[in-house]
């Protein structure tokens, strides 16, 4: 049985220590407030680091050999390196890996060190939870961007956050400046800009009620995700998509997988489905040791 440590960053850091796709214990969480969302921007990225390392010592149950270590973090990452990070910007060029790598050395522990993209992360950590470690699975979390994760690992970008999804000039919404995208849409952050008098909720409880506007966004918001699932059904072919992450609650599902249907029309590649799914920290950490696992060959 491989003994692993699973993390994954997001507004806090969640560190759990797992045993044969299960975790074992609590989770730690830091910073410990609910409402300590801004703690990790403002943290240099030695600090986090050395933080990060703390909570693995400290989940590791008196281990200074583990099998893996899984960091998921928010952004683009190749070989170990944060190549970009919007939401944790200190994270930018960051050769994670060996930070980490060296950092649990000086906590005594021995161990191979995976950086994987946090939406990778919840899709492995659905795979485990679903007993679908032998399938491809795809994810989209939806929270303050949009992510997509795919399991198992297969080289790439796989920014599908920012899949283009609609021409017109004005989707200019992305925090990433791209025109057109799909975070642009559908990201919490993108939401606001577009209704400076609303928040997301408030939109989708008026399109509820028939305000026009809020209705013709909620259309806009559901195209968006078929558009950018159907892209990923004509590229990768067919299979199972998973919808997750705090803002799933807003998604209509029979109104997109009408408008998915809409776009893909080749019977070799109508196999696939759509799944809401409400996962947890647990399963983001579970995941993101389980791809480490992985990766070390466990």
């Known amino acids: 049985m491989a003994k692993s440590v699973g993390v994954t960053l997001s507004e806090h850091v969640f560190t759990g220590f797992v045993v044969d796709h299960a975790l074992v214990g609590d989770l730690r ?54 190549e970009e990070a919007p939401n944790l910007p200190q994270l930018k060029g960051a050769r994670l890996c060996d930070l980490m790598i060296n950092g649990l050395k000086a906590q005594g522990i021995e161990a191979p060190v995976t950086i994987l993209n946090d939406a990778d ?48 000039d004005k989707e200019t919404y992305c925090g990433c400046g791209g025109r057109g995208h799909l975070e642009g849409v559908m990201g919490h952050r993108a939401m606001r800009l577009r209704f400076l008098d609303m928040e997301p909720e408030e939109v989708f409880e008026a399109a509820k009620k028939g305000e026009h506007r ?35 609650g ?17 019977s070799p590649l109508q196999s696939y489905s759509i ?16 791809s480490a696992e992985r990766a070390a060959g466990c």
């Open 214 to 248: 809020c209705v013709e966004f909620k259309k806009l918001y559901h195209k968006a995700l078929a558009a950018a699932t159907a892209s990923s059904v004509h590229m990768a072919g067919p299979g199972k998509f998973f919808l997750t992450g705090p803002y799933v």
């Open 250 to 266: 807003f998604v209509d599902l029979p109104m997109l997988k009408d408008y998915t249907q809409q776009m893909v029309k080749m």
């Open 29 to 82: 969480r830091f910073p410990e407030g609910e409402d300590d969302y801004g703690a990790l921007v403002e943290m240099p990225t030695e600090e986090l680091v050395r933080t990060i390392c703390e909570q693995v010592a400290a989940v590791s149950r008196g281990s200074t050999k583990l099998d893996a270590v899984g960091i998921a973090v928010p952004g683009l990452v190749k070989n170990g390196v944060v």
């Open 121 to 168: 992360g919840v899709a492995a950590g659905l795979a485990a939870k679903h007993g679908k470690l032998d399938s491809i699975i795809r994810v989209w979390t939806l929270g303050l961007g949009i992510g997509f994760g795919r399991y198992p690992f297969a080289p790439g970008v796989w920014e599908g956050g920012h899949t283009v999804v609609t021409l017109d």
């Open 275 to 290: 799944e809401i799914v409400h996962e947890s920290p647990e399963t983001r950490v579970i995941g993101s040791a389980v």
